[in-house]
Nanobody
């Protein structure tokens, strides 16, 4: 019900925009998050947005470079990634949670399949 796309190979300093489209149900009252799993590391919340869009969260490592947004009319969440660094490499997963914005994976009910982002130096 969640499909993420937009990943790819990009040089350091470049930009990518990830999208996650929901189908089958409306997610307008769900918090949405982008989790990243870097090679050899645990998956962690990179950016999140509340159901209204009024509250956002960013991991310290991406603050000032990434922007999360959502379009409830299109049932879609976006992650604009600028000034990419090699350490941003990983599989990015979108997720939807009905309990609000959280860094805890267990509070997210729906997950996308992941999209790979590779940043070369």
């Amino acid at each position: 019900q969640l499909q993420a796309f937009g990943g790819g190979l990009v040089q350091a300093g470049g930009s990518l925009r990830l999208s996650c489209a929901a189908s089958g149900r409306a997610f307008s009252n769900y918090a949405l998050g982008w989790f990243r799993q870097a090679p050899g590391k645990e998956r962690e919340l990179t950016a999140g947005i509340s159901w209204s869009g009024g509250t956002t969260y960013y991991a310290d490592s991406v603050k000032g470079r990434f922007t999360i947004s959502r379009d409830n009319a299109k049932n879609t969440v976006y992650l604009q990634m600028n000034s990419l660094k090699p350490e941003d490499t990983g599989v990015y997963y979108c997720a939807a949670g009905r309990y609000g914005l959280s860094s805890r994976e267990t509070l997210y009910d729906y997950w996308g399949q992941g999209t790979l982002v590779t940043v070369s130096s």
